[in-house]
């Protein structure tokens, strides 16, 4: 046993792919050769990804795997013996080629696999040599690769094409000290690799052994190899330099990812700009310079931007100057831009820019981003004017009109991500109020799980109504999410809707809010299936929330069973169906109650839920209905006032009279009023148990 090192040394790989690459290079070649029997029990891989390589350590390698006995399966007993016993040629032909002969007929196993009886034979495979072995998981690891776009380039001998993702220069592997003959895209393994274009002290860096990798790298080849050493490195610099300026850098994880990416040795430096361009809006220069030119801004202690901003820098020279000026220099022209942008577009009101709206198109089945912000008004009037508040209602109208406006910009024009930001800082530079401005930049929210809800209640309305637009008419129209694919994003407006709802005090029902979206769209087609598509639809994805969460199935599908049109409601449901399932009465409340169900689904006739007190004959059927008489006003009390804990646990109380009743009343007598009778108090019953949630899904 040795340890084991591979590198394949390629030129520049994609920076956004690279962390994936490498986990995905090491992953597969120790899968593979664990799976071949070449590694320890013990055995750990660590990944290496830079830039320009990458590469896997791999402790406790064999050279050879150990032999395997295994039973190889034949053939049926029918087909490889005659009535004799003797070898028939089709299983002479078999142990042929696998190197025996007749003489071994007698010690084939028999054994029946579920359809017949086969026989098998005892054999010894030779172990696979590391060379082997790792040729084998060097070609599934390339082949397994989550290449983003693949390259074809030429080979060296002038005809040879490969594919990969960036043309490949090296290829190193060593068990021990030791070079593994192997080969792949046209290259030999050896013993040597390069280091840092500009920075190696040696080219090539000669490896004395696998697990000298790392340290050679960084001494000789002025390269940190692995990537989340280099993460770690870069962090603490820009840490470093920023507290030396009494200020923080941006807390960016994709940013700090994307540049781990780009950089073999990282030297942070600080650049600056000119104090003017703070006069932009500080999300715009912020963007600029991470986006453009992978900067990293720095903040104050409230939080505003300033004019300096961190370079992670791959080389390291004993003057800094030169790079520290280069990078101003290229950042200038970036904020100029901004700078520009943001003051044309000044020069004209959102509500000017409206018209232009008509000429954006949003959906060929669904017309413009004018045609869209028209519904999306109507119905944040429709849910503003239901909660009766007219003020909400005209303003949450203005901001839905004016929320879109931005998206006609020349500063969302060149960043889209801007969008909402934007429109925002010139609703507010018109002198529009702080509800309409910010609902115009929160009506996005939430856009991912854990965002932040809009600010005000203006916002909260405008944001429902525009998802709720976009659910509807892309259900509308047939475009709805599939498996995996959800182009609109549709999964995530709903689960922006039900926060809302949840979060957002706005006590509408859902089916109120759906059939006031519905009811703005002019084209033709089945709202009765739409809706109803739309009710699963979101239910289906408020399951899920609540799974995750920690809600059990059970609980959840008695809740979601009697679809609360309050989604504010359904946790506090939830809780109480919880409480209600530790009580000792639950299991039989809960049996009987399905059992009820069934009785009542049963009956050909209509069910009226009154009972006639003359006709209860039974001691069990008069217990019963005096139970209820003392319980359900409790119950139903409890429920108006939101307690749905003591609502159910009031039920507790039917547990004896129930079972009794199951026990010595025959619901379905002879004389037509004794059965609707009881047929009626089993409805009261029903009703009374299933206000807060379907018990009858908690049975066993």
Same mark, same amino acid.
């Given at each position: 046993?040795?340890?084991?090192?591979?590198?394949?040394?390629?030129?520049?790989?994609?920076?956004?792919?690279?962390?994936?690459?490498?986990?995905?290079?090491?992953?597969?070649?120790?899968?593979?050769?664990?799976?071949?029997?070449?590694?320890?029990?013990?055995?750990?891989?660590?990944?290496?990804?830079?830039?320009?390589?990458?590469?896997?350590?791999?402790?406790?390698?064999?050279?050879?795997?150990?032999?395997?006995?295994?039973?190889?399966?034949?053939?049926?007993?029918?087909?490889?013996?005659?009535?004799?016993?003797?070898?028939?040629?089709?299983?002479? %032909?078999?142990?042929?080629?696998?190197?025996?002969?007749?003489?071994?007929?007698?010690?084939?196993?028999?054994?029946?696999?579920? %359809?017949?009886?086969?026989?098998?034979?005892?054999?010894?495979?030779?172990?696979?040599?590391?060379?082997?072995?790792?040729?084998?998981?060097?070609?599934?690891?390339?082949?397994?690769?989550?290449?983003?776009?693949?390259?074809?380039?030429?080979?060296?001998?002038?005809?040879?094409?490969?594919?990969?993702?960036?043309?490949?220069?090296?290829?190193?592997?060593?068990?021990?000290?030791?070079?593994?003959?192997?080969?792949?895209?046209?290259?030999?393994?050896?013993?040597?690799?390069?280091?840092?274009?500009?920075?190696?002290?040696?080219?090539?860096?000669?490896?004395?052994?696998?697990?000298?990798?790392?340290?050679?790298?960084?001494?000789? $080849?002025?390269?940190?190899?692995?990537?989340?050493?280099?993460?770690?490195?870069?962090?603490?610099?820009?840490?470093?330099?920023?507290?030396?300026?009494?200020?923080?850098?941006?807390?960016?994880?994709?940013?700090?990812?994307?540049?781990?990416?780009?950089?073999?040795?990282?030297?942070?430096?600080?650049?600056?700009?000119?104090?003017?361009?703070?006069?932009?809006?500080?999300?715009?220069?912020?963007?600029?310079?991470?986006?453009?030119?992978?900067?990293?801004?720095? +903040?104050?202690?409230?939080?505003?931007?300033?004019?300096?901003?961190?370079?992670?820098?791959?080389?390291?020279?004993?003057?800094?100057?030169?790079?520290?000026?280069?990078?101003?220099?290229?950042?200038?022209?970036?904020?100029?831009?901004?700078?520009?942008?943001?003051?044309?577009?000044?020069?004209?009101?959102?509500?000017?820019?409206?018209?232009?709206?008509?000429?954006?198109?949003?959906?060929?089945?669904?017309?413009?981003?004018?045609?869209?912000?028209?519904?999306?008004?109507?119905?944040?009037?429709?849910?503003?004017?239901?909660?009766?508040?007219?003020?909400?209602?005209?303003?949450?109208?203005?901001?839905?009109?004016?929320?879109?406006?931005?998206?006609?910009?020349?500063?969302?024009?060149?960043?889209?991500?801007?969008?909402?930001?934007?429109?925002?800082?010139?609703?507010?530079?018109?002198?529009?109020?702080?509800?309409?401005?910010?609902?115009?930049?929160?009506?996005?929210?939430?856009?991912?799980? $854990?965002?932040?809800?809009?600010?005000?209640?203006?916002?909260?309305?405008?944001?429902?109504?525009?998802?709720?637009?976009?659910?509807?008419?892309?259900?509308?129209? $047939?475009?709805?999410?599939?498996?995996?694919?959800?182009?609109?994003?549709?999964?995530?407006?709903?689960?922006?809707?039900?926060?809302?709802?949840?979060?957002?005090?706005?006590?509408?029902?859902?089916?109120?809010?759906?059939?006031?979206?519905?009811?703005?769209?002019?084209?033709?087609?089945?709202?009765?299936?739409?809706?109803?598509?739309?009710?699963?639809?979101?239910?289906?994805? +408020?399951?899920?929330?609540?799974?995750?969460? $920690?809600?059990?199935?059970?609980?959840?599908?008695?809740?979601?069973?009697?679809?609360?049109?309050?989604?504010?409601?359904?946790?506090?449901?939830?809780?109480?169906?919880?409480?209600?399932?530790?009580?000792?009465?639950?299991?039989?409340?809960?049996?009987?109650?399905?059992?009820?169900?069934?009785? +009542?689904?049963?009956?050909?006739?209509?069910?009226?839920?009154?009972?006639?007190?003359?006709?209860?004959?039974?001691?069990?059927?008069?217990?019963?209905?005096?139970?209820?008489?003392?319980?359900?006003?409790?119950?139903?009390?409890?429920?108006?006032?939101?307690?749905?804990?003591?609502?159910?646990?009031?039920?507790?109380? +039917?547990?004896?009279?129930?079972?009794?009743?199951?026990?010595?009343?025959?619901?379905?007598?002879?004389?037509?009023?004794?059965?609707?009778?009881?047929?009626?108090?089993?409805?009261?019953?029903?009703?009374?148990?299933?206000?807060?949630?379907?018990?009858?899904?908690?049975?066993?």
């Amino acid at each position: 046993m040795s340890n084991l090192l591979v590198e394949l040394f390629v030129e520049e790989l994609p920076p956004k792919a690279l962390n994936k690459l490498g986990q995905a290079f090491s992953s597969a070649l120790f899968d593979s050769l664990k799976a071949q029997g070449l590694t320890a029990a013990d055995s750990s891989v660590t990944p290496y990804a830079s830039p320009r390589r990458l590469a896997a350590h791999i402790t406790s390698v064999a050279a050879k795997a150990d032999d395997k006995a295994v039973a190889q399966k034949l053939m049926p007993v029918s087909v490889g013996l005659d009535a004799d016993g003797n070898a028939t040629p089709a299983l002479q %032909k078999k142990l042929s080629a696998l190197g025996a002969d007749a003489s071994v007929v007698s010690q084939l196993k028999r054994e029946h696999d579920g %359809k017949a009886e086969v026989l098998f034979l005892d054999l010894t495979v030779a172990g696979a040599t590391l060379a082997e072995g790792l040729q084998k998981a060097l070609d599934e690891a390339i082949a397994k690769l989550p290449i983003p776009k693949v390259m074809t380039y030429q080979l060296q001998d002038g005809w040879s094409n490969v594919n990969f993702v960036r043309p490949a220069h090296g290829l190193v592997a060593l068990h021990g000290s030791a070079i593994v003959a192997i080969s792949t895209l046209g290259l030999t393994a050896s013993n040597q690799t390069q280091g840092h274009r500009f920075e190696a002290t040696q080219n090539p860096i000669v490896l004395r052994d696998a697990d000298s990798y790392a340290k050679q790298l960084q001494q000789d $080849g002025a390269v940190i190899p692995g990537f989340k050493e280099r993460r770690d490195e870069i962090a603490s610099q820009l840490q470093a330099a920023a507290s030396k300026l009494g200020l923080r850098p941006i807390e960016d994880e994709a940013l700090l990812d994307e540049v781990t990416a780009l950089v073999e040795r990282p030297n942070v430096l600080v650049g600056q700009f000119e104090a003017e361009f703070l006069a932009v809006p500080q999300e715009c220069l912020i963007l600029t310079m991470k986006a453009n030119q992978k900067y990293f801004p720095l +903040l104050d202690a409230e939080g505003k931007l300033t004019n300096q901003f961190l370079i992670v820098s791959n080389i390291s020279p004993a003057d800094p100057s030169a790079v520290i000026g280069g990078n101003e220099r290229v950042v200038r022209p970036r904020l100029a831009d901004a700078k520009f942008f943001f003051e044309q577009d000044r020069k004209k009101t959102l509500e000017s820019r409206i018209p232009g709206l008509a000429r954006v198109v949003y959906h060929n089945k669904l017309g413009s981003q004018g045609e869209r912000i028209a519904r999306v008004s109507a119905i944040a009037n429709l849910v503003a004017t239901a909660l009766g508040d007219q003020t909400l209602a005209a303003q949450a109208s203005q901001a839905a009109q004016l929320a879109k406006a931005d998206l006609v910009t020349d500063m969302v024009g060149e960043f889209p991500e801007l969008q909402g930001i934007m429109g925002r800082y010139y609703a507010q530079h018109e002198g529009l109020s702080d509800d309409i401005a910010y609902a115009i930049e929160d009506h996005y929210r939430p856009r991912f799980a $854990g965002d932040e809800l809009p600010r005000n209640r203006v916002g909260l309305v405008v944001a429902l109504a525009d998802k709720l637009e976009t659910l509807v008419g892309m259900f509308s129209i $047939g475009e709805k999410p599939t498996g995996e694919k959800d182009p609109f994003a549709l999964r995530r407006h709903a689960i922006g809707i039900l926060r809302i709802l949840n979060e957002g005090d706005i006590p509408l029902g859902l089916n109120t809010l759906l059939e006031q979206a519905l009811s703005v769209f002019q084209h033709d087609f089945d709202q009765t299936a739409v809706l109803q598509a739309l009710d699963e639809f979101i239910y289906d994805r +408020l399951a899920s929330s609540l799974r995750e969460d $920690g809600y059990s199935a059970q609980e959840i599908d008695a809740v979601l069973a009697l679809k609360p049109q309050l989604i504010s409601d359904i946790r506090s449901r939830l809780s109480a169906v919880r409480a209600f399932a530790a009580l000792a009465e639950a299991p039989s409340l809960a049996a009987a109650n399905k059992r009820v169900g069934n009785i +009542l689904k049963k009956s050909e006739s209509t069910i009226e839920a009154r009972i006639n007190p003359a006709l209860l004959q039974e001691d069990a059927e008069k217990a019963l209905a005096q139970s209820l008489e003392q319980v359900r006003p409790e119950a139903q009390k409890a429920f108006a006032a939101g307690d749905y804990t003591s609502s159910l646990k009031a039920l507790a109380a +039917l547990r004896t009279p129930v079972d009794d009743f199951f026990d010595h009343v025959m619901v379905n007598a002879d004389d037509p009023a004794l059965k609707a009778n009881r047929l009626a108090l089993l409805a009261i019953l029903h009703q009374a148990m299933n206000q807060v949630a379907d018990l009858s899904r908690l049975a066993a």
